[in-house]
């Protein structure tokens, strides 16, 4: 039995700790991508309330030097105000997406997705369509991680679809479909950030 030699030991070892720290990169990368659509929903809620804070507090100040009959013109004033603040921060969550969608941590968020969308529908057999670029990512070692976390099976159709990002899923039947592309993620929070309008149309300044 030959013994190895001591540079053969110190690659060994070299190679032991690259595969330690990358499982580590990967683990944390996994983290960080599952919690990014939250986070950036979070931010632009955040920035949506901000906004809105100073854009009361100046249109108020204004509406105070108005006579009563000029109260509801002034209001009027402040909703458009408000809905362009709300399609300005709808874009910039558009580019954030568009940016994410390029950024090397996006195959562990697309598995992410992938999760949440099997998880609305019934069975264990699912296709899933992607966009064109993202195709080479669902392998097989992408569709071994989704079964180990779910218990159920994945597949790829072969054509592509025109999204932004994310994934399409269906039944295995191809009868029901869920749709977890970026832009449908984020025109389903657009009615919370309505919502707040709303809420702060009826205050009084």
């Known amino acids: 039995m030959t013994i190895p030699d001591r540079d053969a030991l110190l690659?060994?070892?070299?190679?032991?700790?690259?595969?330690?720290?990358?499982?580590?990169?990967?683990?944390q990368a996994e983290k960080q991508a599952q919690g990014i659509v939250q986070d950036a929903q979070q931010q632009v809620n955040s920035e949506f309330e901000q906004h809105l804070a100073k854009l009361k507090q100046d249109a108020?100040?204004?509406?105070?030097?108005?006579?009563?009959?000029?109260?509801?013109?002034?209001?009027?004033?402040?909703?458009?105000?408000?809905?362009?603040?709300?399609?300005?921060?709808?874009?910039?969550?558009?580019?954030?997406?568009?940016r994410i969608s390029k950024e090397k941590?996006?195959?562990?968020?697309?598995?992410?997705?992938?999760?949440?969308?099997?998880?609305?529908?019934?069975?264990?057999?699912?296709?899933?369509?992607?966009r064109q670029c993202d195709q080479p990512l669902i392998n097989e070692s992408f569709r071994q991680y989704i079964s180990e976390q779910s218990n159920k099976n994945v597949h790829l159709l072969p054509e592509p679809k025109s999204i932004t990002g994310g994934c399409l899923a269906y039944s295995y039947d191809k009868r029901l479909l869920v749709d977890f592309s970026f832009s449908a993620l984020l025109t389903r929070s657009q009615p919370h950030l309505r919502e707040?309008?709303?809420?702060?149309m009826v205050k009084q300044p």
């Open 60 to 98: 108020f100040q204004q509406a105070k030097k108005l006579k009563d009959g000029a109260t509801l013109k002034a209001r009027q004033m402040l909703l458009h105000a408000k809905e362009d603040i709300m399609q300005q921060l709808l874009q910039e969550t558009r580019q954030q997406l568009d």
């Open 11 to 27: 690659c060994r070892a070299i190679r032991q700790k690259g595969q330690t720290e990358a499982q580590k990169i990967l683990t």
């Open 196 to 200: 707040l309008l709303a809420r702060e």
């Open 105 to 130: 941590h996006y195959p562990e968020l697309l598995q992410s997705i992938v999760l949440q969308a099997i998880r609305e529908l019934p069975g264990n057999e699912f296709w899933i369509q992607v």
